[in-house]
């Protein structure tokens, strides 16, 4: 009798050990469940980085800071394709969506965005260089001119090509091995002076339009989107810096001409910026 009590007993321990695990278990699940949940519904914004579409002198590798020169019809036809693709209530950028736009000086830069489906006429706070390529989707974005995303200034490397410059060097006594992220330019900007204007640029950014919807309800945050129009080296940099990194380390991605970048943050935190190497497009679920 005392034998079966006993069994009886451990039974009865084995099996709350059992439900006790299954309840972890079933709580941990539920966990992150919930997680998942409310990082679906919580907000991250982004910002959207745009190099400029081709012009003569990114064909044929030609350093392009200050000179100004305007986009290549072809140039021209891939940035509306981009657009077209790209931007929309369905597409990776949703013009809703952004709260601020900050462009180049540069004509190249600013005919880039009045072709990408964003911007109207009435917006530009230029004269528009010819018909933008607007159907009208609501973007009450302000769009801002500023020198800090104004391309990297080659100074006396300004419209020749890497090895141009490196056979320059070559003549001049000095090391041919020239590179830009940790040599800078003569006569132009070096590292420093880049970071310096990036770093301004990024707080806004964060300070401004970036803090005050994070982590919020995608419902009540508002818009906390932003682009940046510009140019290939300081885009490069851009990333670079968004992530904390050093400009002397070299930045090991690209960003063709008229290409997209993605930079946001993980966990919904804006102590923790990334790069976002793929992205997918906007889904109302309440649709699908």
Not at 224 to 237: E, F, P, S, T, W
Request: proline share 5%; net charge neutral; with cysteine.
């Amino acid at each position: 009798m005392r034998g079966e009590r006993l069994h009886e007993r451990r039974a009865g321990l084995s099996q709350s050990i059992t439900h006790r695990g299954e309840l972890a278990v079933w709580k941990y699940q539920l966990l992150i469940l919930t997680s998942l949940l409310i990082s679906i519904r919580m907000s991250t914004p982004r910002v959207f980085i745009v190099r400029h579409g081709e012009t003569e002198w990114s064909l044929n590798g030609r350093h392009t800071g200050a000179t100004d020169i305007p986009l290549t019809a072809t140039g021209e036809k891939r940035v509306v394709a981009t657009g077209k693709a790209l931007v929309g209530n369905d597409r990776l950028i949703v013009p809703s969506k952004l709260a601020h736009i900050y462009v180049s000086p540069r004509r190249r830069a600013q005919r880039t965005l009045e072709l990408l489906n964003l911007a109207c006429q009435d917006q530009l706070p230029w004269k528009a260089q010819g018909e933008p390529a607007c159907t009208g989707l609501p973007c009450t974005a302000r769009v801002e001119v500023t020198q800090d995303v104004r391309e990297w200034d080659y100074g006396d490397y300004e419209g020749i090509t890497t090895p141009q410059i490196r056979e320059l060097r070559k003549q001049q006594g000095l090391d041919p091995d020239w590179d830009i992220w940790r040599d800078g330019c003569p006569g132009g900007e070096n590292p420093a002076d880049i970071t310096e204007r990036l770093d301004r640029l990024i707080k806004e950014i964060r300070d401004k339009w970036h803090a005050p919807v994070m982590g919020k309800p995608k419902g009540e945050a508002g818009n906390g989107d932003v682009l940046v129009v510009a140019h290939g080296h300081i885009l490069r940099a851009f990333a670079q810096r968004w992530v904390g990194k050093s400009l002397g380390d070299g930045p090991n991605f690209l960003l063709e001409a008229g290409g997209v970048g993605t930079l946001s943050y993980e966990h919904h935190n804006i102590d923790e910026p990334a790069i976002l190497l793929g992205g997918a497009f906007t889904v109302d679920l309440a649709s699908v």
